[in-house]
C-alpha cells in the first residue's frame, strides 16, 4: 500500500467503538521523517479539531505494526518501531465522537533526533489540514460504491490498487466499479496471478464488483482512403469479450461505451443489433448491458426513448439503462487558467435536467454513477443539487448503488479527499430525506 502525501492522512480518519459505544476518533500519520525510527523517540502528538478537540501530546493512543501504546509506553519500549512505510494510528478519546463532515484538523508532532544538538530538539511538525470523517450517517435506501475513474490521474503514479481499495472501504462503501481498458494490466488478457489478487483484494477489503466500464469503437477502422465504421460483427466480438471478461471478474454489470453519430450523443445504430446479438451470453454469464445516459444527453430524449423501446420489445431482463448524475448539473464548472468564455462544450456549464424527470426511467435504471466535480469543505457541492436527485431516485422507488464518479481537477491526491466529502454528503442528504 501507498501512503498520501500529507502527513495528515485523509484515509482512516474515523470515529472508534466499544461495543455499542462511540468512544473517540482516529487519524493516520505518515512519519515525516526520511527514515524510521524507534517509537522510543517520539514524544507525543497534540491534536485540535476545530473548536470540538484540543488535547495535549501525551493524550492520545499510537498503534504501531498492530499493538496500541500510551505514550509512557513507548518511551520504555523496546524493539517497536515507526516505519517509513507505514501510517501511525492516532486514537483520540471523545466521547460521542466527532460528527459527520469536514473537520480542519491539526497536530503537533515531536519526535527527538539524536544527531540534531538537544538545544533544538524535539524536531516539531505542525500541519493543519481538512478532513472529512468517515461516514456515520447510512445513507439507506441506497448502496455506495466508487469508481476507480474517480482516482484518475492518481492511479498508476501515487496509488495503486490496494491503497484504493482500501480507500473505498475506509468509507464503508461496498462497491468498486472499473474501466476494463483503464485498470486490468495486460487487457483484455489479465494474468491468472492478477485476477487471483484481485479477488484476494476484494475479500480483504469487503468490496463486491459493481459495473465494468467497456467500449464499442465504432471508428476503430475509420482513417485512411480505406476507412470504415465498425461493422456488427466487430461490435458483437468486442462487446461479448467484454462480457466474459467482466464475468470472469465478479461484475454483474457491464456499461459498453457506444461510438456516438452526433453532438448530443446519438449511439452509432449498429448498437441495436450488436446488443440483441449479445443478450444471450449476457443471460448465460447474468450480466445486465448498461449504456450511459450523459450529459448533454438529458433522460427525455430519443436515446433513451430506444432504449426503453428495445428493453420493452425484447423482454430482455439483461439490459438496462445507467444514470450519469451530471445530467443534474445546474451551475457552471468554473473556467480553467487560460479557458475563456464559448471556448468549450455548452453542457459543461450544465444543462439542468429536472430530477423529476428521473421517475419516467426508474423502473429501467439498474445502476447510478454520481458524477461530481468539487465539494467544499462545508460540505456544499458546487454543481449537483444532490438534495433534490436523491429524492426523486428515492421517491421513485431506486435503492441500487450510488458509484462515486469525481470528474473535477487532478491535483495529486485531490480525488482520495473529494470522494470522501461526496459519501458524507450523500449519506447525510439521504438519511434527512
Known sequence: MLLERDLIQSVGFRNVREGDEI???????????????????????????????????????????????????????DGVRWPLEDAAIITVPLEG?????????????????????VEHQPSTYRVTKHVTLSPEATGAPFRYGVSLYSFMTDYGTVLDLETAMAGIADLGATGIEI???????????????????WFRLLQKYGLEPTNYGSWIDTRLHSSGPDGRDMTVDEGVRQLQRDLRLAKRLGFRFVRPK??????????????????????????????IICPEIHSPTP?????????VEFIQRTGTKHFGILIDTGIFQDRPIPLRPGELPGGRPAFLDGIGVDPADFAAVAPYVVFVQAKFHDIDENLEDQQIPWEPVLRAMRDAGYTGYLSSEYEGEREPWRSIEQVRRQHSLMRQVADAL
Not at 42 to 67: E, N, S
Not at 100 to 116: N, Q, T
Request: no cysteine; charged share 20%.
Open 23 to 77: 468512544t473517540g476518533f482516529q487519524l493516520r500519520l505518515r512519519m515525516p521523517s526520511y527514515r524510521g525510527m524507534a517509537a522510543s523517540l517520539i514524544d507525543g502528538v497534540a491534536v485540535r479539531v476545530g473548536d470540538l478537540v484540543d488535547v495535549p501530546a501525551d493524550v492520545p493512543l499510537w498503534t504501531l505494526q498492530g499493538k496500541t501504546y500510551r505514550l509512557a509506553e513507548l518511551w520504555q519500549s
Open 299 to 307: 433522460i427525455t430524449h430519443e436515446v433513451v426513448d430506444e432504449y
Open 179 to 197: 474501466l476494463g481498458e483503464g485498470h486490468i494490466p495486460n487487457y483484455p488478457n489479465p494474468s491468472e496471478e492478477w485476477v487471483a489478487d
Open 258 to 287: 457506444i461510438g456516438v453519430v452526433s453532438s448530443d450523443l446519438v449511439p452509432h445504430p449498429i448498437w441495436t443489433e450488436v446488443v440483441e446479438a449479445s443478450l444471450p451470453l449476457a443471460e448465460e454469464l447474468d450480466v
Open 97 to 117: 465522537g466527532l460528527p459527520d463532515g469536514v473537520h480542519e484538523v491539526s497536530i503537533e508532532l515531536r519526535l527527538r533526533m539524536s544527531y540534531i544538538p
